[in-house]
């Protein structure tokens, strides 16, 4: 999996951390936003019903597609090597959306244009575009193991 966010620890005084997150990968956070982009590919069965990413498991309860996504299945279909699937409508205007609830960039972007997103990826490491965190604890022995400077990746989003 790809890593989307670097975690960047500033400091740490007794029960309170302080912070970064940075944006490393802006394209994998864009998943709901790819999907209204392209399209969402949903594989079934001959009969239409749902399977699991591995083209041959039928999802449990058994469901078809078009109960499920109904009208949204505009986008066409077919078969790959996979399976066969079908797709939902395209939606440019929700990806435009999604897109800008995630990244804010300095000064206006037009994130309609794939050459802002090329120049977010090239930005040096502490350029990155980043929000600023602080989390407190009750007991300072939860952030006994936790030192200003420290930094790791995730491909976690914090969505649950």
Request: hydrophobic content about 40%; overall charge negative.
């Amino acid at each position: 999996m790809t890593d989307l966010f670097a975690v960047s620890i500033d400091a740490v005084d007794g029960c309170t951390l302080r912070g970064r997150v940075l944006l490393v990968d802006a394209w994998w956070l864009l998943d709901e936003g790819y999907h209204a982009l392209l399209g969402k590919k949903i594989r079934v069965s001959e009969d239409g019903c749902l399977l699991a990413d591995d083209g041959k498991t039928v999802l449990t309860p058994r469901r078809t597609a078009k109960a499920v996504y109904g009208e949204q299945l505009t986008g066409g279909g077919g078969q790959d090597q996979i399976s066969r699937y079908v797709m939902t409508e395209r939606n440019p205007e929700e990806f435009y959306r999604r897109t800008a609830e995630i990244a804010d960039l300095e000064g206006a972007a037009d994130l309609s244009d794939w050459r802002t997103w090329v120049f977010a990826g090239t930005r040096p490491f502490e350029e990155s575009l980043y929000a600023d965190f602080t989390a407190t604890v009750r007991d300072p022995a939860y952030l006994e193991h936790m030192v200003g400077g420290m930094r790791w990746s995730t491909a976690h989003t914090g969505r649950v």
